[in-house]
């Protein structure tokens, strides 16, 4: 089973994401993704220190984000970030993704 390290700070994000059917820990900062002992990162691009941290990340990284929000996801890409799509593509495909 994969192993997700996720910040996805709002509940009903996060329940979608724990409803997937992964295994995968929650953590409470951007900067506890770091060195995670993990196959796959979760974040949401729309908060606070995430941008900061993508570069640090040694595994994939799967990043979501508001439609209109194109700069800050050209700039999750410029960051490192693996896949980056907008926010109802991947709560559509999660269960997917998280395989």
């Known amino acids: 089973m994969t192993r997700v390290v996720a910040f996805v700070p709002d509940l009903m994000d996060r ?27 979760v974040v949401d691009l729309g908060r606070p220190g995430v941008l900061d941290v993508l570069a640090s990340l040694e595994i994939p990284v799967i990043g979501f ?26 709560f559509s495909g999660v269960a997917r993704l998280l395989r």
Do not use: E
């Open 65 to 90: 984000a508001s439609h209109v929000d194109r700069d800050l996801m050209a700039s999750a890409r410029a960051a490192g970030c693996s896949q980056v799509l907008a926010r109802s593509a991947f």
């Open 15 to 41: 329940s979608k994401v724990a409803a997937a059917g992964a295994d995968v820990t929650f953590v409470a900062t951007p900067a506890a993704l770091v060195g995670a002992d993990a196959d796959l990162v």
